[in-house]
């Protein structure tokens, strides 16, 4: 049996594992947000950058990759590694997957996807919403093991770009960013 992974944070541009295909598409009724801390790799558990996760909203589109896993051994590792660099998502969800946004027909059902509940009782790590400017001065002063937190903000933005999907809260947090580098540069 074929196993999908959905990707829509850095899971885009540095999967980790291996894999048959890459679709990109977008699952349905969920909205991207930088709404969950990382402690582990863009922040530390004293200073906790924000990483995305999903958020359930009517009407909404999350675009990102589905990657298909067919070979049992590489399903086995995909999962054992996600199990460890998703360990701080407390959620794993199978959602429907699709291409065309016209299409009522999924191009793929039963997508894996790692998600961060809002439950901070089982999910210790969620930061929830803040303002624009909030959420930016904390990506700014964060970093971890896998980097600045900034960086994979950027990363995402660009690799969202590259994929030619407009997310506008991913822009909003990249530019809200920048403003503030720019400021601290200059002395602002």
């Not at 701080?88 to 894996?112: A, E, R, W």
């Not at 933005?157 to 530019?175: K, S, T």
Request: net charge negative; aromatic share 12%.
């Amino acid at each position: 049996m074929v196993m999908w992974v959905f990707g829509y944070g850095s899971l885009i541009w540095k999967t980790g594992f291996h894999y048959d295909e890459r679709v990109v598409g977008f699952i349905r009724g969920y909205r991207r947000v930088f709404y969950q801390g990382s402690t582990d790799h863009r922040g530390t558990p004293d200073f906790p950058g924000r990483t995305v996760t999903l958020q359930a909203f009517p009407g909404e589109l999350c675009w990102g990759v589905a990657y298909k896993i067919s070979r049992e051994e590489d399903q086995k590792n995909a999962l054992e590694y996600l199990e460890v660099r998703e360990k701080q998502y407390d959620s794993k969800v199978y959602l429907d997957f699709f291409t065309d946004p016209d299409s009522t027909t999924p191009t793929i059902n039963g997508v894996m996807v790692y998600m961060a509940s809002p439950d901070t009782r089982t999910n210790k790590n969620y930061l929830g919403p803040a303002p624009l400017e909030e959420m930016a001065k904390q990506i700014i002063h964060a970093g971890g093991p896998s980097g600045p937190n900034r960086d994979y903000v950027f990363h995402l933005e660009d690799a969202l770009n590259q994929l030619g999907c407009l997310d506008l809260h991913v822009r909003d947090v990249a530019n809200a960013v920048r403003k503030f580098l720019l400021e601290m540069k200059t002395g602002s």
